[in-house]
T-cell receptor, first 114, second 114 residues
Framework: SAVISQKPSRDICQRGTSLTIQCQVD?????MFWYRQQPGQSLTLIAT?????????ESGFVIDKFPISRPNLTFSTLTVSNMSPEDSSIYLC???????????FGNGTRLTVT | SQELEQSPQSLIVQEGKNLTINCTSS?????LYWYKQKYGEGLIFLMM?????EEKSHEKITAKLDEKKQQSSLHITASQPSHAGIYLC??????????????FGKGTHLIIQP
């Protein structure tokens, strides 16, 4: 199974700034996804990170707010731009080695926006 | 869109007792996944079920998939303090083997009383 490392593990940021979260997988994976978990809520899919092309965003999420990069099969970044307190959440990177395989998660990034 | 309803929302069980958590889908289940999350951390993959009637066990945790009922159950035998946490069920979004990510239930908070 893939081991996923995410950093930072937590951060406190000021309103209006941006934070980039990095996700590194220890093996090549076919699919990578970014999720958000707001306080007391379940996970919501933000986007699918596509290798070498633009990410596929879910309804309610836009590239200007959550730009995503995936330059290769083991690495992806998610940027939370122009942050507001409503962006305070846990952001989770996840990956699959192939169709029908389990989706594995990193330990998440706990973001607090003040 | 697919919705997953988990029950109960929270559960307090005396150490050593058995318990069951249910996950019911509003649509056909193609792949069903169970995860455990410790508060504020990432998700730990427990089990994946893909065929109707499938049952899997790991240590004292057993999961079953009832495809006809669009439902899965997670059963813990002789609960221990280490079982405490949030249990989440996730389902493939469509029949593509997870290519579109997972949708998640809201989770079941499990507390084990000594």
């Amino acid at each position: 199974s893939a081991v996923i490392s995410q950093k930072p593990s937590r951060d406190i940021c000021q309103r209006g700034t941006s934070l980039t979260i990095q996700c590194q997988v220890d093996s090549q994976v076919t699919m990578m996804f970014w999720y958000r978990q707001q306080p007391g809520q379940s996970l919501t899919l933000i986007a699918t990170a596509n290798q070498g092309s633009e990410a596929t965003y879910e309804s309610g999420f836009v590239i200007d707010k959550f730009p995503i990069s995936r330059p290769n099969l083991t690495f992806s970044t998610l940027t939370v731009s122009n942050m507001s307190p409503e962006d305070s959440s846990i952001y989770l990177c996840s990956a699959k080695t192939g169709l029908g395989s389990p989706l594995h998660f990193g330990n998440g990034t706990r973001l607090t926006v003040t | 869109s697919q919705e997953l309803e988990q029950s109960p929302q929270s559960l307090i069980v005396q150490e050593g007792k058995n318990l069951t958590i249910n996950c019911t889908s509003s649509k056909t289940l193609y792949g069903l996944y169970w995860y455990k999350q410790k508060y504020g951390e990432g998700l730990i993959f427990l089990m994946m079920l893909q065929k109707g009637g499938e049952e899997k066990s790991h240590e004292k945790i057993t999961a079953k998939l009832d495809e006809k009922k669009q439902q899965s159950s997670l059963h813990i035998t002789a609960s221990q303090p280490s079982h405490a946490g949030i249990y989440l069920c996730g389902a493939d979004r469509g029949s593509g083997g997870g290519a579109d990510g997972l949708t998640f239930g809201k989770g079941t908070h499990l507390i084990i009383q000594p």
